[in-house]
């Protein structure tokens, strides 16, 4: 079987520095060609050289594709994890994940704000087989180490976290979740592997939605699982290939194109961020800037052990309630109204009645006069102009 041999090939690349681990790990050229950039390869199944003699390993798509593997050996090295695995969406990646870790019985424990889709699937879907959870402030130790019950098999992390920007400090839950003999699950979509390496902080599988900063354009939807551990890589493997919900190839390839220049855009977001959130701390019409770089944010000092720098994404709450902050979002004209985040044009979005209208009504409900930004990389003087002028 495809697997082992080439995925774990990170290793060769565990000495170079982020940047070029982005450019280099899994595209290698073409062995026939000597293409610099991996092909496309757009095929269902493999030509074999008499019954079970496959050439490169590769048998059926579904099982393994060669441009899937050059995207889940880069997955690996990014995150210096054992194995990566990209999957449709980064919702089939979180599905793969707890349908592999848990059984009937099980109980998790998942952060009081996340994303509303990872809810959801808790909620309505892997509950319905019989999965509980509590709902912790992951943010606070104690009230984490207090949800976790004989039956916990997970916890699960985001950081920073959607849409609050909450920060959790990764070592030290993954230091009760030892204790506890459990995994630790982090979401490190809005970090991304530049900013924040969950697994050298003690967790042991990392998700993505690499529809976010990985493919950063806005153009794919994806999704990855990358484990610290070679044992759990496997069989998340096999349950990949079990339930079907792989990366495309040319959907593999877009993310992989998208990687090369993550770092320069995580540069950018940060820097980007950091000015549009100088100017709206300083606004009449703002109540509350929520982002991690600044000084009295709670999670600041964690944040500032944990990441590189704090990231494209803001949230902030204006005068005026709901209607206010609907308004906002309804006149900015460079910040495109949209759901998503982390691509190279800024967004701008109400999380109450778009991405997190799913947790209406739940311990994850979100504030009503909250706006999140997820801040491009285009010139910061027209961000600016723009939110100027839509907070009016
Ligand atoms: C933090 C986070 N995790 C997971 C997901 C789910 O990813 P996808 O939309 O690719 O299924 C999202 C999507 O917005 C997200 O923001």
Same mark, same amino acid.
């Given at each position: 079987m495809v697997g082992t041999t080439l995925l774990t090939m990170s290793d060769q690349h565990s000495h170079q520095n982020f940047e070029t681990r982005a450019i280099h790990a899994g595209n290698t050229a073409d062995p026939l060609t000597g293409a610099v950039v991996p092909p496309i390869y757009q095929v269902s199944t493999y030509k074999q050289d008499g019954v079970g003699g496959l050439r490169g390993g590769y048998e059926y798509s579904r099982s393994a594709n060669p441009t899937r593997t050059a995207l889940e050996e880069n997955l690996a090295a990014l995150e210096g994890g054992r194995r990566g695995l990209a999957f449709a969406s980064g919702l089939a990646a979180e599905d793969c994940l707890l349908r592999t870790l848990l059984s009937p019985g099980d109980h998790v424990v998942i952060p009081n704000d996340a994303y509303g889709g990872t809810f959801r699937l808790f909620a309505? %879907? %892997?509950?319905?087989?019989?999965v509980d959870f509590s709902v912790a402030n992951t943010s606070d130790i104690a009230a984490v180490r207090a949800a976790v019950n004989d039956r916990t098999k997970l916890i699960w992390v985001e950081t920073p976290s959607n849409p609050l920007l909450g920060i959790t400090d990764i070592e030290a839950i993954a230091g009760v979740a030892r204790h506890a003999g459990v995994k630790l699950v982090v979401d490190n979509t809005f970090a991304s592997p530049y900013l924040q390496q969950p697994l050298a902080l003690g967790a042991d599988v990392v998700v993505h939605s690499l529809t976010k900063y990985m493919g950063g354009h806005s153009d794919v939807v994806g999704g990855a699982l990358v484990t610290a551990d070679e044992a759990l890589g496997e069989e998340l493997a096999y349950h990949q290939n079990a339930m079907g919900a792989i990366a495309g190839p040319f959907d593999s390839w877009i993310v992989l194109r998208g990687i090369k220049t993550l770092a320069v855009r995580m540069d950018r977001h940060s820097e980007n961020a950091e000015k549009i959130v100088e100017m709206l701390t300083q606004h009449p019409k703002v109540t509350q800037v929520l982002y991690p770089g600044l000084p009295e944010h709670p999670g600041h000092e964690i944040a500032a052990k944990q990441m590189r720098s704090f990231g494209g994404m803001i949230s902030f709450r204006v005068q005026g309630g709901e209607e206010a902050a609907v308004e906002v979002c309804n006149r900015a004209q460079l910040f495109t109204l949209g759901e998503s985040l982390g691509g190279v044009e800024s967004l701008i979005e109400h999380p109450g009645r778009m991405t997190h209208a799913s947790v209406a009504g739940s311990a994850l409900e979100v504030p009503a006069d909250l706006v999140r930004l997820s801040v491009g990389i285009e010139n910061v003087d027209d961000l600016l102009a723009d939110l100027r002028q839509a907070l009016g």
């Open positions: 309505k %879907v %892997v509950q319905r087989w019989g």
